[in-house]
């Protein structure tokens, strides 16, 4: 069964500081991976995806992933950040064709002044 | 402008009470989801549907229950069977297997 862990439930940064959010899954199939930001009281926004090709992936925002086989892992990185990235953070695993996506349990990014 | 609209915005109802949140996509897709969303939890799947007049459960669809009768349209319904109803619930619609688009969410609040 496929299974999504984001290693980290919060991460404070300084402003103009890099970051990274960790994700790992586990799945016995080909997956598609995104990651999805979320405002307070508000929906969830596409960040960026890989469904296949190059494993290193840009989103908007200055957000980009990469798609690690070897070790399971997608992590999203920033290299620098603003006081507007504060938001919750989510990494999901498609299930083939189905559509339905796994969740991890989220990631709280907290940016400092 | 395309998109999937939630109604309302922040619903609060009564112990033992129906509630049907309203979910509208005008993306043409044909896979639409629930989910809830409660703190520290991230998102669960209470019921997607892939086709209309098709729906499946989804990891917790016990004392909910939805209708596909269009392709624009996945109404959720929160019974009064579900234990512990108050949450934020978000729609969710797709072309599988690509992402999902998020609707802006119902905050359900039960007394």
């Known amino acids: 069964a496929q299974s999504v862990t984001q290693l980290d439930s919060q991460v404070p940064v300084f402003e103009e500081a890099p970051v990274e959010l960790r994700c790992n899954y586990s799945?016995?199939?080909?997956?598609?991976l995104f990651w999805y930001v979320q405002y307070p009281n508000q929906g969830l926004q596409l960040l960026l995806k890989?469904?296949?090709?190059?494993?290193l992936v840009k989103g908007i925002n200055g957000f980009e992933a990469e798609f690690n086989k070897s070790q399971t892992s997608f992590h999203l990185r920033k290299p620098s950040v603003h006081i507007s990235d504060t938001a919750e953070y989510f990494c999901?695993?498609?299930?083939?064709?189905?559509?339905?996506?796994?969740f991890g349990q989220g990631t709280t990014l907290q940016v400092k002044p | 402008d395309g998109g999937i609209t939630q109604s309302p915005k922040y619903l609060f109802r009564k112990e033992g009470q129906n509630v049907t949140l309203s979910c509208e996509q005008n993306?043409?897709?044909?896979?639409m989801y629930w989910y809830r969303q409660d703190p520290g939890q991230g998102l669960r799947l209470i019921y997607y549907?892939?086709?209309?007049?098709?729906?499946q459960k989804g990891d917790i669809a016990e004392g909910y229950s939805v209708s596909r009768e269009k392709k624009e349209s996945f109404p959720l319904t929160v019974t009064s069977a579900q234990k512990n109803p108050t949450a934020f619930y978000l729609c969710?619609?797709?072309?599988?297997?690509?992402?999902?688009?998020f609707g802006p969410g119902t905050r359900l609040t039960v007394t």
């Open positions: 993306l043409n897709h044909d896979a």
């Open positions: 969710a619609s797709s072309i599988p297997p690509y992402e999902q688009y």
């Open positions: 890989y469904l296949s090709g190059s494993t």
């Open positions: 999901a695993v498609g299930i083939s064709n189905t559509g339905k996506l796994i």
């Open positions: 549907s892939q086709i209309v007049n098709d729906f």
């Open positions: 799945s016995s199939v080909s997956v598609y």
